[in-house]
């Protein structure tokens, strides 16, 4: 239970207790008070002082209330705040390899709903049992006080609502999950068929479709209307019993009024009484089904939490890459699997202080995964990766990344202006870098034909052709000079005239850093100090372009396809 270890945790959970308590106390008191003023209407007594008394009674009421009610507020949302807190260090420390077996939904799911219910659940049920207990023992102990034989009768009516309410609480809750699953079961569907329309549209499947979809939202509709009918009877039909408590507890104190020695007053605090006694019964039975879920959201978060996703062997002891213009990479040996199947085998490559090297392959070859590598996006099996001859696992991560400047396949243009997108990580430079940048980049001369220039606003990534994004991309890191640079190409068609800046503006970054570029365009890398040809996660070739080309074999047919 570390999990709801928090700071303040006990403080909070005193000063709710003391509210909740104060709270049950007052409403206690006052049907006792109430009952004693009807006994003295018609007598000489002057009634203002209970009246006054009352009164307070009712405005401490009041400020108990409230007070409960802002700590409650606050607790919640403190462990709200550092569930999200812990659940967010955790999120950013996992490698990606363990984010994809949590799909994103979940994660997404712990921080909102997970940590609503668990702040919710614990929080709320502290309150509501501290005082429904309370209220329930002090409430029977003064009625025992006024009559016996009524309490009991009180007693047995309570049970009996509470069985009743508790039956048609939990039919509700029946229906409301199943009304939930089939809701789930729906989106799912809809989403399925939504990802996979094209697929779809080719065939003559609408008909099917449409007609699945009716089936599944018809089965919702009835669970729908049900659901709500029941749930919105629960009210009114424990009122209903309530009411009839009443009445019986009314009838019965006016017969007991008349042969015994008790008031009309202590009848009257008794029907106050039924009133006050039977809800903490409903609400204990309701924070049962609310600690249900918080408990299963609690575990959820916990073994979340716990679960260590970090490699074994790795340094507690991080060192921090000395402040060089470039540094040397080497792959040792290294293997790693996506899945139980080995992927990369043996994989050994030496990358010398500010040299570039390209690599090639076909699709899937394993290109992209070497750099989730480097960058320990995922961990390896087996082997080394050395920067600057330090084991990357030595290196602190944050660090590393810092080090490695990427224009990623799939890298995005963010919502803003062309300007704040090259300045993107740099938020300091100035207009000049910024346009230097891009010259370097050879991103200059389109974006100064776009109608804003450098203050054009971009909405997404489909304003701009895919080369243009990738320019501005390589402006991004152009500006901010990573000592490693890593070039990810989309495979898109680019036009000649793109294409073209692009290999310019390769040439321009691998001119200090040491840099890897994937090309799937051979045209763009012809310059690189070597280039690495891979096929199924092993290198197939190595050499200068000229070398490979000599040797007639798989670089040399890629690239002959190319320019055929
Ligand atoms: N997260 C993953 N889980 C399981 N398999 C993966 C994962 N990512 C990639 N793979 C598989 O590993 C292989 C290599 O993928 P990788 O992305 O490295 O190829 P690539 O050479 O970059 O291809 P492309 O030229 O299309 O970018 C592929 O077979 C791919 O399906
Ligand atoms: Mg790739």
Do not use: W
Not at 435 to 444: G, H, P, Q, S, T
């Amino acid at each position: 239970m570390k999990l709801l270890k928090f700071k303040y945790s006990k403080f909070y959970i005193f000063l709710i207790a003391i509210f909740s308590v104060l709270s049950a106390i007052l409403t206690i008191l006052y049907p006792l008070i109430i009952g004693n003023i009807i006994d003295k209407i018609g007598s000489a007594n002057n009634l203002s002082y209970q009246f006054i008394f009352l009164a307070v009674i009712f405005i401490l009421l009041f400020i108990s209330n409230m007070l409960l009610n802002y700590y409650l507020n606050i607790y919640a949302n403190k462990v709200s705040k550092e569930i999200r807190n812990k659940l967010f260090s955790k999120v950013n420390s996992m490698p990606i390899k363990y984010m994809e077996k949590y799909k994103n939904g979940n994660i997404i799911n712990m921080f909102s709903l997970d940590t609503e219910n668990i702040s919710n659940g614990m929080i709320q049920s502290i309150s509501k049992i501290i005082s429904g207990v309370f209220t329930i023992i002090l409430a029977t102990i003064i009625m025992l006080k006024l009559n016996i034989q009524l309490t009991l009768i009180l007693l047995v009516l309570s049970l009996f609502m509470f069985i009743i309410s508790r039956f048609v609480i939990s039919r509700t809750n029946n229906m409301f999950n199943k009304r939930a699953n089939l809701l789930a079961n729906l989106n799912s569907y809809t989403e399925e068929i939504i990802n996979g329309k094209t697929n779809f549209d080719n065939f003559n499947y609408n008909e099917q479709i449409i007609k699945k979809f009716a089936i599944k939202n018809n089965e919702l509709y009835k669970y729908g209307y049900k659901t709500q009918f029941y749930s919105s009877l629960t009210n009114p039909s424990t009122r209903l019993i309530s009411n009839l408590a009443y009445i019986v507890i009314a009838i019965l104190g006016i017969i007991f009024c008349k042969t015994s020695s008790i008031t009309i007053g202590t009848v009257s605090s008794f029907l106050i009484y039924t009133n006050i006694y039977t809800r903490p019964f409903n609400e204990i039975t309701s924070v049962f089904s609310e600690i249900q879920t918080a408990l299963a959201s609690y575990r959820r978060v916990s073994i979340f939490l716990k679960t260590n996703f970090t490699v074994k062997n790795i340094n507690t002891n991080y060192i921090k890459l000395p402040e060089k213009d470039n540094y040397s990479i080497e792959f040792k040996n290294v293997s790693f699997s996506y899945t139980d199947k080995p992927f990369i085998k043996d994989f050994s490559l030496l990358i010398p202080n500010g040299k570039s090297v390209a690599i090639v392959g076909k699709t899937g070859s394993g290109k992209t995964t070497i750099i989730n590598l480097l960058n320990r996006f995922y961990e390896i099996d087996d082997g080394k990766i050395l920067i600057n001859n330090i084991n990357i696992k030595d290196i602190e991560l944050n660090n590393l990344r810092k080090n490695i400047g990427m224009v990623l396949q799939d890298t995005k243009i963010f919502q803003g202006t062309i300007k704040e997108n090259i300045a993107y990580g740099n938020p300091n430079a100035s207009f000049k870098d910024i346009e230097n940048a891009a010259k370097l980049a050879y991103a200059d001369s389109f974006i100064s034909n776009l109608p804003d220039g450098y203050n054009t606003f971009i909405n997404n990534s489909d304003e701009l052709s895919e080369g243009q994004v990738q320019l501005i991309n390589i402006a991004r890191i152009m500006l901010s000079k990573p000592p490693i640079l890593i070039l990810d190409e989309a495979t898109s068609n680019i036009d000649l005239l793109t294409e073209a800046s692009i290999k310019k503006a390769i040439l321009e970054i691998t001119k200090n850093s040491t840099s890897i570029i994937i090309a799937h365009r051979l045209s763009t890398i012809q310059n690189c100090d070597f280039i690495v040809f891979m096929d199924e996660g092993r290198i197939l070739e190595i050499g200068t372009h000229s070398e490979l080309m000599n040797k007639k074999g798989s670089y040399y047919n890629m690239y002959k396809s190319q320019f055929e």
